[in-house]
Antibody
Framework: EVQLLESGGNLVQPGGSLRLSCAAS????????MSWVRQVPGKGLEWVSG????????DYADSVKGRFAISRDDSKNILYLQMNSLRPEDTAVYYCARYPRRVPVAGSRLDYWGQGTLVTVSS | QSVLTQPPSVSGAPGERVTLSCTGS?????????VHWYQHLPGTAPRLLIY???HRPSGVPDRFSGSQSGTSASLAISGLQAEDEGDYYC???????????FGTGTKVTVL
């Protein structure tokens, strides 16, 4: 059974940093591209970032480009999201999700999701 | 703001059929990028419901069906059940933004 378990969410001050983790199990992690998607409380979903298998390609939403960095440790089956220069508008539940392929291409779906971890940016 | 527009809410009695719309433009749905639908029930992880407009992953009941026409897509839920209450999102890709995009979301209420 595919399982994705996010952790690392916390309360952080504006301008601060936080690293999210997503532990994957139930599938061959390095065969799949992965993604982060967030949901502001009471709002819709927003794609944040994606990474190809073996970390070959990375991509970011304009809203986080230059501040967030996605990475993966295939030896530990863990996906990361390093978030720097955090802003109040980054407050959201962050989900990790799997693409059903090695490289995220335009039009790709996300076939498995975790339950999310809450990041709150506030002073 | 999302480039895919969904009605904020849809409701129906148990057993009824409801249809959720997802309206895009020529740079996403109209550009032939696939549309996918997700179900997000309270307290659970989002779940892929329909992919590539009309395909169901294994385990998804055939009460759920998808279609597309022009710059819009639709999700139909037949035989509405209480367990279907939750939020539903469409998703595609937008060539102008160069990003994956989600719809604004529709809350389904079973009366």
């Amino acid at each position: 059974e595919v399982q994705l378990l996010e952790s690392g969410g916390n309360l952080v001050q504006p301008g601060g940093s936080l690293r999210l983790s997503c532990a994957a199990s139930g599938f061959i992690f390095n065969n799949f591209a992965m993604s982060w998607v967030r949901q502001v409380p009471g709002k819709g979903l927003e794609w944040v970032s994606g990474i190809g298998s073996f970390g070959g390609t990375t991509d970011y939403a304009d809203s986080v480009k230059g501040r967030f960095a996605i990475s993966r440790d295939d030896s530990k089956n863990i996906l990361y999201l390093q978030m720097n220069s955090l802003r109040p508008e980054d407050t959201a539940v962050y989900y990790c999700a799997r693409y059903p392929r090695r490289v995220p291409v335009a039009g790709s779906r996300l076939d498995y999701w975790g339950q999310g971890t809450l990041v709150t940016v506030s002073s | 703001q999302s480039v895919l527009t969904q009605p904020p809410s849809v409701s129906g009695a148990p057993g009824e059929r409801v249809t959720l719309s997802c309206t895009g433009s020529s740079s996403n749905i109209g550009a032939d990028y696939d549309v996918h639908w997700y179900q997000h029930l309270p307290g659970t992880a989002p779940r892929l419901l329909i992919y590539g407009y009309s395909h169901r992953p294994s385990g998804v009941p055939d009460r759920f069906s998808g279609s597309q026409s022009g710059t819009s897509a639709s999700l139909a839920i037949s035989g509405l059940q209480a367990e279907d209450e939750g939020d539903y999102y469409c998703q595609s890709y937008d060539s102008s933004l160069g990003n994956y995009v989600f719809g604004t979301g529709t809350k389904v209420t079973v009366l």
